[in-house]
């Protein structure tokens, strides 16, 4: 079946660097990804729609400058956090949108990224 | 705006029992709900997807019930094995044209052998 990727499962980043995420659509072309967030305890919460081509779509509170994302090609999107800070230290998952897949399209997630940064 | 609950946010039982996980959602406008599962320090596994139009889908000792009209879903669980010790979370998709997923907070289960 149709798998998406995510890279580094792991990362533990000095604060005040960049790291960067990756999302790839291994057997499908994704035109649209999902950036989601949880914290400890919380429910996974979307921070953007990435759009292949065009600018990412931010939910209310998430910072553009921040969280760069990158959605170059139709199998891969970036998020980039910019300036990391402790308090970014979270759990990533990425979700991708089959188009092929009908009705509906069929939404498959990647494994996630745990987030350290000290 | 969409909100999702799951109740209990913990819970253990002995290895052999059955087990029932609660979902609720706010908006009964529904694409579909869909459950996962988590284990710590790992990502999402999908477990079973119920489209709106569906009552119940099964896969092995998962059951996923749906009724959509009360905003109300199940996830049970027959004979829990310690194996079945992790989150689960439960999500809503709104619509066909709408692919963002709202989650519950999950429910974290321990299966004690």
């Known amino acids: 079946g149709a798998v998406v990727s995510q890279h580094p499962s792991r990362v533990i980043c000095k604060s005040g660097t960049s790291v960067k995420i990756e999302c790839r659509s291994l057997d499908f072309q994704a035109t649209t990804m999902f950036w989601y967030r949880q914290f400890p305890k919380q429910s996974l919460m979307l921070m953007a729609t990435?759009?292949?081509?065009?600018?990412?779509?931010?939910e209310q509170g998430v910072e553009k400058d921040k969280f760069l994302i990158n959605h170059a090609s139709l199998t891969l999107s970036t998020l980039t956090v910019t300036s990391a800070h402790p308090e970014d230290s979270s759990f990533y998952i990425c979700s991708a949108r089959d188009r092929k897949t009908l009705p509906g399209n069929t939404i498959y997630f990647g494994e996630g990224s745990w987030l350290t940064v000290v | 705006k969409q909100e999702v609950t799951q109740i209990p946010a913990a819970l253990s039982v002995p290895e052999g029992e059955n087990l029932v996980l609660n979902c609720s959602f706010t908006d009964s406008a529904i694409y579909n709900l869909q459950w996962f599962r988590q284990d710590p320090g790992k990502g999402l596994t999908s477990l079973l997807l119920?489209?709106?139009?569906?009552r119940e889908q099964t896969s092995g000792r998962l059951n996923a019930s749906l009724d959509k009209s009360s905003g109300r879903s199940t996830l049970y669980i027959a004979a829990s094995q310690p194996g079945d010790s992790a989150t689960y979370l439960c999500?809503?998709?709104?619509?066909?044209?709408?692919?963002?997923?709202?989650f519950g907070k999950g429910t974290k289960l321990s299966v004690i052998p």
């Open positions: 990435s759009n292949e081509g065009s600018k990412a779509t931010y």
């Open positions: 119920i489209q709106s139009s569906q």
């Open positions: 999500a809503v998709r709104p619509g066909a044209g709408s692919y963002q997923l709202t």
